[in-house]
């Protein structure tokens, strides 16, 4: 793997940031429910049975799409307490199918997913350049604060502190500031990204 064309084409994305308008990763209309899900996965009482019943009911009721339906699955088999990577690969798989063949305006965000999903896997199994690609390429289809974070976790996770305060700086001065101000809110609360927290004057 070129680790250094990796860098090169992060660099080049949040260069031609003016050229591309970042994009919600969910639908508008489907947010409230997959929040929902998620905030399930991320409280106290987390049961991966009980989450898997709540995605599905909430596909059956027309909240969520095929698609996001996926994804939240996938994101409860990669959970910390469950750790099925297998069962999450092939959620991955599934859902880059069900993208394809919707198609539409949303496929690359769609995709986008897909790759965030797969560079979370990778990132997981301590493949930290396998999953700086795959960041990668989620960022190539959609420019998003999370896809962003992402790709600075990996590389902190690879050492390459220098690379990645550059990058902030970069995101800072290229970006429009309402991600700009997500991506901070998501360096201040994610423990991978400790060491990219500026110190208070």
């Known amino acids: ?12 994305a ?4 003016a050229y591309f308008a970042p994009t919600a990763s969910v639908p508008a209309s489907q947010r409230e429910a997959a929040a929902e899900v998620m905030a399930f996965c991320d409280s106290a009482d987390f049961d991966a049975e ?12 027309g909240k969520v799409d095929r698609i996001r339906l996926l994804s939240l699955l996938h994101a409860i088999e990669a959970h910390p307490k469950v750790r099925d990577y297998d069962e999450a ?10 993208a ?12 986008a997913s897909v790759e965030r999903h797969r560079g979370v896997l990778a990132f997981l199994k301590q493949q930290h350049e396998v999953a700086l690609d795959y960041f990668s390429r989620a ?16 590389l902190v996770a690879l050492g390459e502190h220098d690379h990645a305060r550059e990058l ?9 500031e309402p991600l700009v101000r997500q991506l901070t809110q998501i360096i201040a609360s994610d423990p991978d990204l400790a060491l990219l927290r500026k110190e208070s004057p």
């Open 50 to 61: 009980a989450a898997r019943r709540l995605a599905n009911r909430r596909f059956r009721e």
């Open 139 to 154: 960022l190539d289809r959609e420019r998003s604060a999370i896809n962003l974070s992402n790709i600075l976790a990996a």
């Open 89 to 98: 690969a092939r959620l991955v798989a599934e859902q880059e199918m069900a």
């Open 168 to 176: 902030v700086d970069s995101i800072g001065r290229a970006y429009p």
């Open 14 to 17: 949040v260069d031609e940031q």
């Open 100 to 111: 394809l063949s919707e198609g539409g305006p949303l496929l690359q965000t769609n995709l």
């Open 1 to 12: 793997m070129d680790y250094a064309s990796i860098l090169d084409r992060i660099y080049q």
